[in-house]
């Protein structure tokens, strides 16, 4: 959450010539509701099925740039479904950048995760809980960097592969 998967992901697929696919917004367009009110009114495992669902359809597809959830990687069925499709990189950055980029206003209430939370302090724990998990894919760290320079390093990377 805020290492710039949306930004990075959306131009390395027009560089690619690929499309574009921001999990989260693709269950919002299926369901018919954002993702705070699926969380509201269905519940995170209501959530964590149509994100499931959404994993498959979106391994049968080629020629995709995905920005995931922060937790679909987490699981070891989506990571799995993903990573024997194509080549999954984890974008990070450091608490302070991560709490810069997600104090503004807009960037809490379009993440339900964050409504009524201490920010750093949040920030902090998933850094420490989701971590170990994220550190079996390749690291792309976004601390002070553009988009266009991280999608610079993730084809340099895609590249020697």
């Known amino acids: 959450m805020g290492s710039g998967k949306s930004s990075s992901g959306r131009l390395l697929a027009r560089k690619l010539g690929y499309e574009f696919i ?3 917004t693709m269950i919002e367009m299926q369901q018919g509701l954002s993702v705070a009110d699926i969380f509201t009114k269905l ?7 149509f994100e499931a669902a959404a994993t498959v359809e ?3 597809r080629e020629g995709l740039v995905i920005a995931t959830g922060g937790k ?10 993903l990573e024997a499709t194509g ?13 810069k980029r ?15 939370v201490d920010l750093k302090q949040y920030v902090n724990q998933l ?10 894919y390749q690291q792309i760290d976004t601390t ?18």
């Open 22 to 24: 921001d999990s989260d």
């Open 43 to 49: 519940g995170e495992p209501a959530f964590r099925q």
């Open 58 to 60: 979106l391994a049968q």
């Open 72 to 81: 679909l990687m987490l699981d070891a069925k989506n990571a799995a479904i």
């Open 87 to 99: 080549k999954v990189f984890c974008l990070t950055a450091t608490a302070d950048e991560l709490f």
């Open 102 to 116: 997600l104090s503004s206003k807009t960037a809490r209430q379009r993440r339900p995760l964050l409504q009524g």
């Open 127 to 136: 850094l420490e809980e989701r971590g170990p998990a994220y550190q079996k």
């Open 144 to 161: 002070g960097k553009k988009p266009h320079q991280v999608v610079t390093q993730i084809l340099k990377i895609w590249q020697t592969r």
